[in-house]
């Protein structure tokens, strides 16, 4: 069983920024960061192959966060810049079962089993 540690998070106005960090109790190829805003499905922001480095964001991210792994810590953490609103939300860390190889789907909720549990982040006007 992995087990997942998020921090970072809080409160941050419109156009700046904040950082979350992720870390993982156990090694894993593919994680992500998906948020939730309660009535709406989860939504995966961005994901990251721990071993070939590759990158994966959403439309709605793309150019303003960024995922990276500190090998270090065995984190993985996202900047989030330029922030706005819509990015209010509950964010999660999440991981995939090592023995299920790489996801072909790298911000699908469904591909991963392990997730922590959530910190909150808020942008205001």
């Known amino acids: 069983q992995v087990q997942l540690t998020e921090s970072g998070g809080g409160s941050a106005q419109a156009g700046g920024s904040l950082r979350l960090s992720c870390i993982s109790s156990?090694?894993?190829?593919?994680v992500a960061w998906f948020r939730q805003v309660p009535g709406k499905q989860r939504e995966g922001v961005a994901g990251?192959?721990?071993?070939?480095?590759?990158?994966y964001y959403s439309n709605s991210v793309k150019g303003r966060f960024t995922i990276s792994r500190d090998s270090a810590k065995n984190a993985i953490d996202l900047q989030m810049n330029d922030l706005r609103p819509e990015d209010t939300a509950v964010y999660y860390c999440?991981?995939?079962?090592?023995?299920?190889?790489?996801?072909?789907?790298?911000?699908?909720?469904?591909?991963?089993?392990?997730w922590g549990r959530g910190t909150q982040v808020t942008v205001t006007s």
């Open positions: 990251i192959h721990t071993v070939n480095g590759n990158t």
């Open positions: 156990d090694y894993t190829y593919n």
């Open positions: 999440a991981a995939r079962r090592r023995t299920r190889g790489t996801t072909m789907h790298p911000l699908d909720a469904y591909e991963y089993n392990y």
